[in-house]
């Protein structure tokens, strides 16, 4: 079997930082990151296209990396990405989006600790995202201690710890075993040809739902040009509706032809609105259901659905479609 051909695409984060004066902060390269891993049986690229924490990564960068995968699809097996932590759940869902039919993996990884400190994750999450690259079908993937797990199912649920993903609502794709790399899950192949579209919205807001909130805020962020909003409700998605009537806002702002997105606070498991009366009230305003989708998926699935200029009745019907598993729909 020919030897497989690989990018690296290196972004910055924790995985290529150094300290210096001002804290930790990206300063080695991909080809630092890539020489100090040994024996990969691949052949392996390497471009530098940021250098950033990826506090700072933002939709321009989701467009320069989704432009790069693209342009570079054809010419390598598969594509990983290091990226920091902290935002790349955000990044693996929006380039899930941007990015739909991809014809190869394309795997974001990073670490916990500098590559360049003893006993850092990095190697070993570094080897695990090539090892996917080679090894799995096409998709966006976020590789991360052991685990493989689509991009849009991913968030980052610790701080410190090297655990510090978890795919949610979908089991792992693949794993790390004693037997080596295991792939778990299979997705049906779409022979579609890739298309990249990069256009958002990025006049969004993602809200969490707590005990007093004000939903007037709500009209005057629509006031302010706000034109979609995700809320993470209670539970299964519920809703205030006495005194601060969040329901009754709901049903303001979509007659405004905005939508508002029920999500729920909790991670795991699904908002359904039709349980109880405070999600019901919502739902009969026009909240549209989250499903079992993370807030991460749904705020870029927002995004993305309002930059192709989709109204509400297009939005509704978007989020009640599987792009690329990021929802399960009963
Ligand atoms: N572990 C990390 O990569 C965290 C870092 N602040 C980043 O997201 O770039």
């Known amino acids: 079997m020919a030897t497989k051909k690989l990018l690296l695409l290196s972004t910055g984060g924790t995985i290529a930082s150094v300290t210096s ?5 990206p300063g080695e390269s991909g080809e630092d990151l890539v020489q100090t891993l040994h024996n990969l049986p691949y052949e392996i690229d390497v471009k530098d296209i940021l250098s950033l924490d990826s506090s700072n990564i933002q939709p321009e960068e989701w467009r320069l990396m989704a432009e ?9 097996d598969g594509i990983v990405i290091s990226h920091g932590t902290d935002t790349m759940a ?45 090894k799995l079908q096409p998709g ?31 089991p792992p794709v ?25 256009k958002l919205d990025l006049n969004v807001s993602l809200i969490k739902l707590f005990p007093g909130f004000d939903p007037q805020i709500m009209l005057a962020m629509a006031k302010s040009g706000c034109h979609g909003f995700v809320i993470e409700g209670y539970g299964l998605g519920g809703m205030t509706f006495i005194r601060r009537n969040v329901a ?6 979509s007659r405004q032809n905005i939508p508002v997105v029920a ?10 609105l039709t349980k109880y009366e405070v999600g019901r009230q919502a739902l009969l305003e026009g909240a549209i259901s989250a499903h079992d ?6 705020i870029t699935k927002l995004m993305w659905a309002l930059g192709q200029g989709m109204d509400l009745g297009q939005v509704k019907e978007f989020f009640a479609t599987d792009v690329a598993g990021e929802v399960t729909l009963d």
């Open 90 to 134: 955000y990044t693996a869902a929006m380039l899930t989006f941007m990015l739909q039919n991809i014809e190869i993996p394309i795997v974001l990884t990073g670490s916990q600790v500098p590559m360049s400190v003893l006993l850092s994750d990095a190697p070993r999450n570094l080897t695990l995202a090539f090892t996917a690259a080679a």
């Open 263 to 272: 999500a729920s606070q909790c991670l795991y498991e699904r908002s359904d």
């Open 140 to 170: 966006i993937y976020l590789a991360f201690n052991g685990k493989v797990m689509r991009g849009c199912r991913a968030v980052k649920v610790r701080t410190t710890d090297f655990d510090a993903f978890e795919s949610v609502n979908f």
């Open 21 to 25: 004066n001002t804290g930790l902060t």
């Open 248 to 253: 009754a806002v709901i049903g303001q702002l």
């Open 68 to 76: 790069d995968i693209y342009q570079y699809r054809q010419d390598y």
């Open 174 to 198: 693949a794993e790390v075993t004693s037997d080596g790399f295991n792939i778990r899950t299979r997705r049906k192949s779409d022979t579609k040809p890739c298309q990249l579209n990069t």
């Open 293 to 298: 989708m993370t807030s991460e998926s749904a």
